[in-house]
Structures are given as C-alpha cells and as structure tokens.
C-alpha cells in the first residue's frame, strides 16, 4: 500500500487513524487547515487546506496519493456539495481508493435526516470510478454525556428503542483494517461498525447513572416536545431536525443493529458502553462535576 492521506486530522477518528498508522510504521498524508496543531514527521506529512470546499487545495494534498480516508465534514446544509468537492478531487489527482466514514442505516429515506447525507455521498463514490469502502459507524459512545442536559436528564423522542453505539477508538481500528485490504477485491464495500450490544436510552442512563454515583434519568419526549425543548438554542431548521431525527430514528428501530465488523477486521472485541465508561473517566467529569 502506498501512501494514504486522511481528512479530519485533528478529530475524533482521524487523529486514532494518524496514530494508528504511526504506530504500524506507515507513511500518510494528515490534512488540516490549522497545519500548526499536527506535527510532521518520517511517516507524517502535514498538507494545509482551507476546507471540504477548497477543491484546488484538495487536488494538491492528494497528489501522489493511493488512498483517502475520508472522515465525514461537520453537518452542513450542503454536507453531500462538500463531499462531492472531496470525491471530484480525489479522482481528479488519480487516487485509487476512498474509505469513506458513513452513518449506520444511510438511505435516501432514512428517518436520521444526516443519513441521508451519508447515502448521497455512497452514491458519489459508486458513480465516481475509484475503489470504495464504506465505514458506516453507529452513534459514538462518547455522545451519550454530551447529550445529558444540566437537569441529569437524557431527553429525546427514542421511545424504547436500541442502538449499538461504539467507540472512537473501535472505528479508528476499523479504518485502518480496511485499509490494508486489497484495492481490487474491495470495490463498493459496505459494512456497518457498531458496538457488541443494543441498548435502551433507559440502559444508556443506567449505566451512566452508575459511573457518576447518582442518576442519570431519559425522558422519552414527543417528537412536537423534542422541537420545543431545543427551539431556545437557536439553531438552523436543518441542524435542529439533525438533533430530533437522532431519536427518532432510535425509536424506528433503524439503529437497532449490532454487527461483528470491528472483530472480524481488527482480531479484537467492539468495547461495549460499560467498558467505555469505565477506560475513559474523563469523559464523564461534567456529569461528575455538575454532582448535586
């Protein structure tokens, strides 16, 4: 394999692939458009970009490239319009491959109205000529404490349904693993990476509950409820219905899918929520300090 260029360096899932690749000794290409936070190395080159949009920009970090690892850009009104710059650029410096980081359940109906997004973009590599691999993640485990409000409590329109949710560090395997597989026989490869078990929103809060020392409670809002409780925020109509179609499409049963992708590709077992909880204390600190 030659050298891979990822997106999204200075996030979640792109700097677990830097380190990754690091650690097995491979060189990569790291893109960012604040190149002072990433530091180059033997095996690490720092390309700057102004963003998803800059297309010129693009073509010149992926120059001499085999394969993109192309992380997801924030949400955006015209989310696909920036992945569609991201693919046109990629084909256009001759890269081989694209693994792309996708959502669980992408459709062009999929009640999670980001999933959509992620589907248009499958499209656009299926229609672009280049070797493909499509990572689609289930929510993040790290999520469930951001998503706790200061009143203790987790609400939203999930009503009981399940999701498998998995860790940062999981999909970085993943990527990697993918990776490392032969271009040829990898063409439009699909898999869907979650953790090892569904779980309830109430299950989510017991858990929670029982790594911060007092309750964490879910309130299984109406969807009209979940609109209201978020309306104070003031965000965009787009961003909003991002938000509330996360829960909804818990409640449709959509998330409710656990795969074996992260043992099959890495050798090792998806970390399960308790297990998160308990390797990352310090994601937890709000919920302990907020301790009434």
């Not at 499209?123 to 706790?148: N, T």
């Not at 569904?198 to 879910?218: K, N, P």
């Not at 992260?262 to 929520?273: C, I, K």
Request: charged share 20%.
């Amino acid at each position: 394999m030659g050298i891979v260029a990822v997106t999204g360096a200075t996030g979640q899932v792109g700097s677990r692939v830097s380190a990754r690749l690091s650690a097995k000794g491979m060189r990569h290409r790291v893109l960012a458009r604040h190149p002072g936070r990433l530091l180059a190395s033997d095996l690490v080159e720092v390309a700057a970009f102004e963003g998803y949009d800059d297309e010129a920009g693009l073509r010149a970090a992926f120059a001499g490239v085999d394969d993109v690892v192309l992380v997801s850009a924030h949400e955006h009104p015209d989310r696909v319009g920036l992945h569609r710059t991201v693919v046109e650029a990629a084909t256009a410096a001759g890269v081989q491959r694209v693994v792309y980081v996708s959502f669980l359940g992408a459709a062009p109906d999929a009640t999670f109205t980001y999933a959509r997004d992620h589907w248009h973009t499958e499209q656009l590599l299926r229609e672009s000529g280049l070797a493909w691999v499509a990572l689609r993640d289930s929510l993040y485990h790290a999520g469930w404490p951001l998503f706790v409000g200061d009143d203790d409590t987790l609400r939203g329109p999930g009503g009981d349904g399940r999701v498998a949710s998995v860790a940062h560090d999981d999909v970085a395997d993943v990527v990697v693993a993918a990776l490392r597989i032969g271009v040829g026989s990898r063409e439009g490869y699909v898999r869907d990476v979650t953790g090892p078990e569904e779980l309830t929103l109430d299950e989510v809060c017991s858990q929670l509950s029982a790594a911060v020392g007092r309750t964490i409670g879910y309130v299984p809002e109406t969807v009209d409820e979940a609109y209201a409780s978020r309306a104070r925020y003031g965000a965009a109509d787009w961003e909003v219905d991002g938000w509330v179609s996360t829960y909804t499409a818990i409640a449709a049963g959509e998330l409710d899918i656990v795969s074996t992708t992260v043992e099959d590709l890495t050798g090792h077992a998806a970390q399960s929520f308790a297990d998160w909880l308990a390797a990352n204390p310090g994601a937890l600190s709000r919920l302990r300090h907020g301790a009434r």
